[in-house]
């Protein structure tokens, strides 16, 4: 098993729908949890940053961290074709070894179709 | 802010070549990271420097690869001897700070071995 999973899609929306995209994750030390948004052939793109559990909004985005069930999701509200990219999911422990390092989910691919 | 540059962004080499890829990061950023992408995958760790001090390793680092970053600002990634199975593509991060966490990703070279 993965420490971190992630469905790769792809994910196909209307535009102007909400879209869920989770993670879920098997080591308890993470505590740092980031999201990326990739284009293709291009570099992945900061998002979101949360610490530990509970949500963060930044504009249409809404970050959701639930420890408890080790489980994060990205939500994005008012869908734009823009948004068509891979959303990575990214986490990293607090302290000690491994702690700036970033483990990755696999992706998943979103079309938003206008 | 001219944000994290990669050098080359494509390299196209017949295997048993060496390369080099060099990556500037974010200005004042004391830390700069190196991972690997394949196609479908997240990017996975390969090392990372505090200033010039390389302080962690990952065991996909193999002794084909080495990294360097002499002053502390600029940073070198070789790979001798290439083999198809380095076709990737390599990217490079930087983050400040005691935090540190959250990670500003380059666009990558994109590294194919004949």
């Known amino acids: 098993q993965k420490e971190v999973e992630q469905d790769p899609g792809p994910l196909s929306v209307p535009e102007g729908a909400i879209v869920s995209l989770n993670c879920t994750y098997s080591?308890?030390?993470?505590?740092?949890f980031m999201w990326y948004r990739q284009y293709s052939r291009k570099g992945p793109e900061l998002l979101m940053y949360t610490y530990s559990s509970g949500n963060k909004e930044d504009g249409r985005f809404t970050a959701q961290v639930d420890k408890s069930s080790k489980y994060i999701s990205l939500f994005i509200r008012d869908s734009q074709p823009s948004d068509s990219a891979t959303y990575l999911c990214a986490m990293t422990p607090y302290s000690g070894a491994g702690s700036y390092q970033l483990t990755f989910g696999k992706g998943t691919k979103l079309s938003v179709i206008p | 802010d001219t944000g994290v540059s990669q050098d080359p962004r494509h390299k196209i080499t017949k295997r048993g070549q060496n390369v080099t890829f060099r990556c500037d990061p974010i200005s004042e950023h004391n830390r700069l990271y190196w991972y690997r992408q394949t196609l479908g995958q997240g990017p996975e760790f390969l090392t990372y420097f505090q200033n010039e001090a390389q302080l962690e390793k990952s065991r996909l680092l193999s002794d084909r690869f080495s990294a360097e970053r002499p002053k502390g600002s600029f940073s070198t990634l070789e790979i001798q001897r290439t083999e198809q199975g380095d076709s990737a593509m390599y990217l490079c991060?930087?983050?400040?700070?005691?935090?540190?966490?959250?990670?500003?990703f380059g666009p990558g070279t994109r590294l194919t071995v004949l």
């Open positions: 991060a930087s983050s400040a700070g005691l935090a540190g966490r959250t990670q500003y």
């Open positions: 080591n308890s030390a993470f505590q740092y």
